[in-house]
């Protein structure tokens, strides 16, 4: 809930971002201050200013609530998802341990813990997200048709009731592969931050047995070491998955020009 909360203006700038509609204004606005085509360098320093820049816009042209947009509801969905898989994956390390006779920390281990942590939280939330994802599109078919009477759902309670009256209970489950697939990113996650930490504790133990005094940069890996880990684990996990996030959102949302990404470019353009 706390990195949530903490990280929901990234989370509101990267869902934009994803947006073909607002990628579209993007590369125009690009082509037109000749930004096109740029070396790897000064890209990334392009793309590093321009997001700041669009974190600004949102809180001048919207307000500071905006960059807390749907937050809400992504905390019904991180605060379980999160709560099972940190759940699940120490006790499927104990199991599997137990079961194959190997150690806690063998990797075959944490490999095994954290698919099976990733399959539990995607099948226990799959009903979740299915609703938010409706009631997303939902709401942005009623607005593209100016009519709210259009929308097919009252509220998520509605939504529950006509899934299982029309689909019935495996309705809920509808794109439970797709979230399979998305194992994968806590999978590289937890085993590389097993890994992290496990070197952490042996540069530990090197640094008692040596009996050498610690330096500045020993008591900085102490306090920082295990939150260095796993931002590195997350990063990492991340960037090598990314594609199918993206791939994920296009499959939820079908055209994503929703009247918010309207007005904020709208907006962007008369500054």
């Not at 905390?75 to 137990?98: C, D, H, Q, T």
């Not at 095994?112 to 942005?140: C, E, F, H, M, Y």
């Not at 929308?151 to 809920?172: A, H, L």
């Amino acid at each position: 809930m706390t990195a949530a909360v903490l990280t929901a203006p990234l989370d509101v700038l990267k869902t934009r971002l994803q947006s073909d509609f607002y990628q579209s204004q993007l590369r125009a606005a690009r082509a037109a201050a000749g930004q096109a085509r740029l070396s790897p360098l000064r890209s990334a320093t392009y793309h590093l200013a321009e997001t700041i820049q669009i974190l600004r816009d949102v809180y001048r042209l919207e307000g500071a609530r905006a960059l807390f947009k749907g937050l809400g509801p992504n905390l019904i969905g991180v605060i379980p998802a999160r709560s099972i898989n940190f759940y699940v994956y120490p006790m499927g390390k104990r199991a599997f341990s137990e079961w194959s006779g190997l150690k806690p920390d063998n990797p075959l281990i944490h490999l095994a813990s954290a698919i099976t942590a990733g399959v539990a939280t995607g099948t226990a939330t799959n009903p979740i997200w299915l609703v938010k994802t409706r009631l997303q599109l939902d709401k942005n078919k009623a607005a593209r048709k100016g009519d709210v009477s259009a929308r097919q759902y009252r509220n998520s309670w509605d939504c529950i009731k006509q899934v299982m009256r029309n689909e019935g209970p495996t309705g809920f489950f509808k794109g439970l592969s797709a979230s399979y697939l998305g194992v994968t990113e806590s999978t590289i996650q937890w085993v590389l931050y097993e890994e992290l930490k496990r070197r952490l504790r042996l540069r530990e133990e090197h640094i008692v047995a040596s009996g050498r005094t610690k330096t500045w940069w020993d008591h900085t890996v102490d306090w920082t070491g295990n939150a260095m880990g796993a931002g590195a684990a997350k990063g990492i996990a991340a960037l090598l998955t990314y594609p199918h996030e993206v791939s994920d959102w296009h499959r939820r949302d079908d055209n994503q020009t929703d009247r918010t990404n309207r007005s904020f470019i709208r907006s962007r353009e008369r500054v």
